[in-house]
């Protein structure tokens, strides 16, 4: 409500100090859309001070788009010509991160408006001049007028799911204190001696571990796109919101490994294990407040020597006897590696944190290789990475492509039409199409009938108005506030009829106030917005009509494929049977699109036949194996398996089965079916996985060979993951016997 009103008040005083202080229509019309554009088609993010700054910053694209705009409206063609460039220049600046997305239709409206006869390269000053008031007055109102509250930080929602992740750090090392369990034991109740005090404060500590496993799921969710508003999503290609999203999936990804360390820690006593637990929950509690700048820029170096530690402790000889259990020896190995994993995600996400601060990080010591190099953003400079984001997305696969092209072959056709029948008030029919036309073909159909009935409705309601008021601009002006506030706050309020309706009367308030009007002004809006609807439809139709839905299936099925492929190799590398293929950084290229598509098909309606598989858990299976990927080559030297062929082999067999998994998941997306777990083989290649890691439990000969348990048990996770990707259908209601 503050929003509608704040522009309404900056709209209409500009135009009415230009029209009527200043008898300069020209001015007033580019004043009052100039305000309209960037306050009523436009979202802008942040707090009062940086919405104001937003719009200061807008004016000189302004400028540059309004003098393209005039000097193109000397033809048609040209026009058209220039709208395609200019619309897709526009819509694909959406790649740049969520702000841009919010300025994109305000910013095509400053080309849509001067792009229409009369041509007149001398009114161009008069125009930048009307620009200049309506944007620099809104920007004032932002501080002045109800200014709206700060929205909260994505660093602030960073450091409380790193605070509730480190609370689940404490259970993690609490539970792997626990004594060890008899062999029959399944849980906690069934552990030996339970009148042992030491197991009784054990059990009383992890009894609870739902609570901080649930809270710490709460708060990771909380950290995913579809929760966070659109404006205040790390989207950009910056490195600080790279590095912000890099520190929300670390800390998911630490999570994760502290989530199964909770499910196995209990009656497996492990103290070395414990004490990287703690270091890990630690590590998170300074990444708290060192991401939203509440204290200097975490340091690393504390987790470092943990891990340091931990991979000496866990190589030397034991201390204790080593469990002569099979099934206790590879709990215990396996409980470690899960652990180290937790810690290393922890350190990724101190590193990242920091990279988002601004502080000094090691330098790249692989800059041409970036598998080998997650944090190559840090490196780089800022053009390189917005050039590196729109090079990227310059593909037909990118559903930010998808939706330039089509918004701008939509906006040049109407542009051309509009021309050839020349219409009066042709940018209505662009802007019909701007305002209407949806992502995917059924939005813009569910649409496209409430703002037709929404328009016709409003122009039966203007007809008899223009008629029965005649030429009185004194009464139009009076009547301009009222209906421009009630139409920007039903629109949002009551739907897309509502404000398309009474939009239609605002426009009618307007235009009678810069030049004498009768009631055939309601029938030209009626039919510009009709040819607008049936050109945006048409463009829907023919230019990827499915929207996000067809390309995230395509995206998640390659995403399966090349996350097959890059586990494989990360296998291979460390076995030293290759020196890197770049299939894990094709991984996290076709990671980017996945991303995007899934984003957007949020934000559409629902196909029925994309129900089905788990997008998300797909998501997270593959940022999983890229996450572990880069952790695992990070940590462990190319080649340090060389002189293990028999382990190597073993190690090429798991991850052949798990990226068989992996792809037959892939071919059944492909499919448009969901299989299941007998298909994929998960049980099969699980038992596999256990008995191997079983038979390498007992002490190594050469603590190398730690880097084999650690692979496993990362392929083990991965089989995890995918399993959630194609949930089993619920079994069908057994009926009652009624036989005697």
């Known amino acids: 409500m503050h929003r509608a009103l704040r522009v309404t008040l900056v709209a209409c005083a500009s135009f009415y100090v230009c029209r009527y202080g200043l008898h300069n229509a020209t ?56 709208m395609l460039v200019v619309g897709f220049a526009v819509a694909y600046g959406s790649v740049g991160g969520p702000r841009l997305v919010g300025l994109a239709n305000g910013l095509q409206l400053f080309y849509i408006l001067p792009c229409f006869p009369p041509y007149q390269p001398e009114a161009l000053l008069a125009r930048l001049a009307g620009v200049t008031v309506g944007v620099v007055l809104l920007a004032g109102a932002e501080l002045v007028l109800w200014p709206e509250r700060t929205p909260v930080r994505y660093q602030d929602r960073l450091a409380r799911a790193a605070d509730v992740v480190a609370r689940l750090a404490d259970t993690a090392a609490d539970a792997c204190t626990a004594p060890r369990a008899s062999a029959g034991a399944t849980d906690i109740g069934d552990a030996v001696d339970p009148a042992d005090a030491a197991y009784a404060d054990a059990a009383r500590r992890t009894a609870g571990a739902d609570g901080p496993l649930a809270a710490s799921r709460v708060a990771v969710d909380s950290l995913r796109p579809s929760r966070v ?39 497996a006593p492990t103290p070395e294990t414990a004490v990287l637990l703690r270091a890990t929950a630690r590590a998170l509690r300074a990444a708290a407040p060192g991401v939203c700048a509440r204290a200097p820029a975490p340091d690393p170096a504390r987790v470092e020597e943990a891990i340091a530690g931990f991979e000496t402790a866990r190589a ?117 199409t701007l305002t209407l036309m949806r992502t995917c073909a059924a939005d813009t159909r569910m649409t496209l009938r409430p703002a037709l009935t929404g328009t016709l409705l409003g122009a039966l309601a203007t007809a008899p108005l223009l008629f029965a008021i005649g030429e009185r601009p004194a009464v139009y002006a009076a009547v301009l506030p009222v209906a421009m506030l009630l139409a920007f706050t039903a629109g949002p309020l009551l739907g897309v009829a509502w404000g398309q309706g009474l939009f239609t009367v605002v426009v009618a308030m307007i235009f009678t106030q810069l030049a004498p009007a009768d009631w055939r002004l309601a029938e030209t809006r009626l039919i510009d917005v ?131 998994a992996f792809r037959r998941q892939s071919h059944g997306l492909r499919q448009r079916r969901r299989p299941d777990r007998a298909e994929l083989r998960l049980a099969e290649t699980e038992e596999v996985l256990l008995g191997e890691r079983t038979l390498a439990a007992h002490p190594p000969a050469d603590p190398l060979l730690l880097t084999a348990t650690d692979l496993s048990v990362w392929l083990s996770g991965l089989l995890d993951d995918l399993a959630a990707v194609s949930p089993p259908a619920p079994e069908p209601a057994r009926t009652a016997d009624r036989t005697p």
């Open 530 to 660: 009709l040819i607008g609807a049936a050109v945006g439809t048409l463009a829907g139709l023919c230019a990827w009509p499915r929207g996000g839905g067809s390309e995230l299936r395509r995206s998640i099925s390659d995403l399966l494929s090349d996350s097959a492929l890059a586990l494989q190799e990360t296998v291979a590398v460390v076995a030293g049977r290759a020196a890197g293929t770049g299939a894990l950084q094709r991984a996290q290229h076709t990671l980017t699109f996945a991303e995007a598509s899934y984003a957007q098909f949020q934000a559409e309606r629902h196909d029925p036949v994309m129900d089905g598989p788990n997008w998300q858990a797909a998501l997270l299976a593959c940022q999983h194996t890229t996450r572990g990927a880069e952790q695992l080559l990070t940590r462990c030297p190319p080649g340090s398996l060389a002189p293990w062929p028999r382990t190597v082999e073993r190690l090429e067999r798991d991850a052949d089965r798990v990226a068989g």
């Open 229 to 267: 508003p659109v404006l205040e999503r790390p989207a950009s290609a910056s490195a600080v919101d790279r590095a912000l999203t890099h520190s929300a999936a670390a800390l998911r990804y630490t999570r994760t490994q502290l989530a199964r360390v909770v499910t196995l820690g209990v009656g």
């Open 316 to 432: 030397e000889p034991a201390q204790e006897p080593w469990p002569s259990s099979p099934e206790a020896a590879e709990a215990k190995l396996r409980l470690g590696c899960i652990a180290l994993d937790a810690a290393e995600g922890a350190r990724f996400l101190l590193l990242a944190v920091r990279i988002s601060r601004r502080a000094p990080v090691p330098p790249d010591p692989h800059p041409q290789d970036r598998w080998r190099s997650p944090f190559w953003y840090a490196h780089m400079s800022t053009p390189k990475l917005w050039w590196h984001r729109f090079r990227g997305h310059l593909t037909p696969r990118s559903v930010y492509f998808q939706n330039a092209l089509r918004t701008a072959s939509a906006l040049a056709v109407a542009r051309l039409v509009a021309g050839a029948l020349d219409l009066s008030h042709g940018f209505w029919a662009l802007l019909a």
């Open 27 to 82: 001015t007033a019309t580019y004043a009052l859309f100039g305000a309209v554009a960037t306050g009523a088609l436009s979202q802008l993010g942040g707090g009062p001070r940086e919405r104001s700054r937003t719009l200061l910053a807008v004016l000189p694209a302004a400028y540059a788009l309004v003098a393209t705009g005039t000097l193109l409206a000397v033809h048609a063609w040209s026009a058209a010509l220039g």
